[in-house]
């Protein structure tokens, strides 16, 4: 159901339609639309669920491009996106999308010096990829307009998850601007709880799901983008849930649609880019069609030869066409990269063979190796063609488990992960050079992928925080599911009772379109495990990661406006075949985690120390413990009310603290009272709220209250006399259940009927 509301009067007076029609330095022009409007326009979307979305515009940021505030329960994200008025130079579509998550949007104040938010978090950048990829693919090639869109959290409910709410107020605010969009697009969530698909699920359904799925598509059941983790989905489910968010999505698209037609703008027409005249498109044709063809189709070449075979010819190219005429090198160059990507696509559909020989759902040849360095607690090398990673797994204590920062901790629901992935793509991966420090949002983006591929398998109550590692030494197409592999074997190495090897496989897609129609696919191909070239000249990269029984998580990258279903399913159909080949191969070297124990593997103990040996366990301000650490590398903390955890690094070590605390406790050993006895106790201090006494040498000093000393009522232990050093008589009431200290009496020795509930009164008093 839709619903529409405007707040104010519209009529000629206060709307103002003005067009203005700008020029840029390239002769190109485009009609801007500005609408001055009284109020604030808003659509109501009800989903088949009952819940309710809401797009509201013309109220905020009323001077940007556009601007749509969302609202999902009583979570809100606003949504604007600015262009510059004049076209830039790049080569691709010149798009940055930036998610922020504001702590006021959750009611705190940033934990940092300052108290204020800077950078950007991991689920920031995770989110804004998820943003991006969502509408980049819909934006024409000749785009070329400087654009910023920009999601800020500005409200969160603790119960709906912002990041399909942004995707959907991303794509309402880029379909009322004035920015040429061939949208608009929509998002769903969805869930599986007992068998039971659910769209949009809540933070608490979520918890319970084994599938967790982000679905974006068109208005012509074409999928644009898919994001999902998921806990051994079969494939019957997983197509289902894609089938079912489709369908859902119609419905938010079609409100959109109704609010574009009510406030959007006019689009801003696409700058005529400068074309390549037809006589140089056939002179780089003649000169390197049937070079380009030899290269494409001998199966000899690997990346780097066949890299320098086209830029070889490229230069050759450029010095035989542009010597007489250095000015025509842009349009040449144009021409060449035009004639690089027609000829390797069309050379798929004529010859049924990639460009390295192999068949479409033919997988590279792959070599595993475990146990690499000693020292590891687990290691592995993984290889698919000529990419390679590297895997180290870090067992470490569970108090050194991933915090995360509070706003994405209150804004996720999620606390910390014992389990977490670091994915390193350094740039000599792909001999070049660059900056080795930090991370970019691609890393990020990769390393959360493979996180999620291996998270389900990994056991929630394992002992220790562990750190995978993934450093990509060579990269030919498909690092982040190389990661998936070697990450999995590297567990197992280390000895994590995984439930079972996760594999991952990288999908892509060839397509060719009609001439009339070109968003109707006529011819496609499916690729298994593609190379980098097919991942740049393609138009899909589809990451799926499993087990034999099912999926843990996947990605698709399109990169043109859509996909229909049909080649979505099939190409789950081929990525699961694919898989279970790469598991197979996987389990030649290692097929479960390994049982014997390193000597070098952390052992982790838990000890029970009694309330009233407590504080010499731990000494003054910890100290014993900080001494413990310091000499053995042992860690101790608190992990119940008289339990502690104790980490050890190795066996060894274990010993060496065990044998620490042991001689701690013979140190300090007390002998045994009794309760109701009678001793002679020292006074080794005078304090206004009683004194200090000792019963034996080796014992801690005990605080005898002022309460107990005298059935006289006094202010000051002075009055009494009692002086350091002096010896007096006590009565032994036991231990006090609540802090485990000695209980003693002066004053019932001086009664002539005392008991112990006599005792217990007065001191209650």
Known sequence: MVLFRRSGLLNKRNIIFLCLKNQNKNGNTFNRFNSTQSGNHFVQVELSNGRKMTFECGKYARLASGNVTAMFGETVVMATVVRQNEPSNSSIVPLTVNYRQKAAAIGRIPTNFFRREFGFTEQEVLTSRVIDRSIRPLFSEEYSYETQLVCNLMAVDGIHDPDVLAINAASAVLSISDVPWDGPVAAVKVGLVNNEFIINPVRQELQHSSLNLVVTCTGKNLIVMLEGSANDVLEQDLRKAIRLAVKECQIIIQSIMNLQKQVGKCKAKLPQNSEVPNDMTDAVSDFSKNELHNIFTCYSHDKMSRDNAINDLRSKMLNSLTHDNPNNAEFATKAFDKLIKQVFRSLVFEKNKR??????????????????????HGSAFFQRGQTQVLCAVTLDSIENALKLDLVSMLASGVKEKNFFLHYEFPPYATNETGRLAGFNRREIGHGALAEKSLQCVVPKDYPFAIRLTSEVLESNGSSSMATVCGGSLALMDAGVPISAPVAGVAIGLITKVRQKDKKNIEKYKILTDILGIEDYLGDMDFKIAGTKKGFTALQADVKIPGI????????????????????????????????????????????????????????????????????????????????????????????????MINKLFEKTAEPTLTFGDIYKAKITEIREGGVMVTLYPNMAPTLLPISQLDRRKVYHPSALGLEVGQEIEVKYFGRDPVNGHIRLSRKVLQEPCSDVRNFISAEAK
Request: net charge positive; with cysteine; proline share 4%.
């Open 355 to 376: 460009c390295d020989g192999r068949e479409m759902d033919q997988i590279r040849d792959i070599t595993c190796q475990v146990n690499l360095f000693r020292p590891v």
């Open 564 to 659: 229909p279903l049909k080649i979505i399913m099939e190409s789950i159909m081929q990525a699961s075949v694919a898989k279970s080949r790469i598991i197979a191969t996987m389990n030649k070297v290692l097929s479960s985690s390994k049982t014997d124990k390193k000597e070098n593997k952390p052992v982790v103990e838990t000890i029970e120390i009694p309330v009233q040996k407590r504080a010499k366990f731990l000494g003054v301000g910890g100290i014993n413990l900080k001494k413990i650490f310091l000499e053995t590398g042992v860690n101790i903390h608190l992990q119940d009310e008289n339990v502690y955890s104790v980490f050890a690094p190795n066996q060894n070590a274990m010993d060496e603290a065990k044998e």
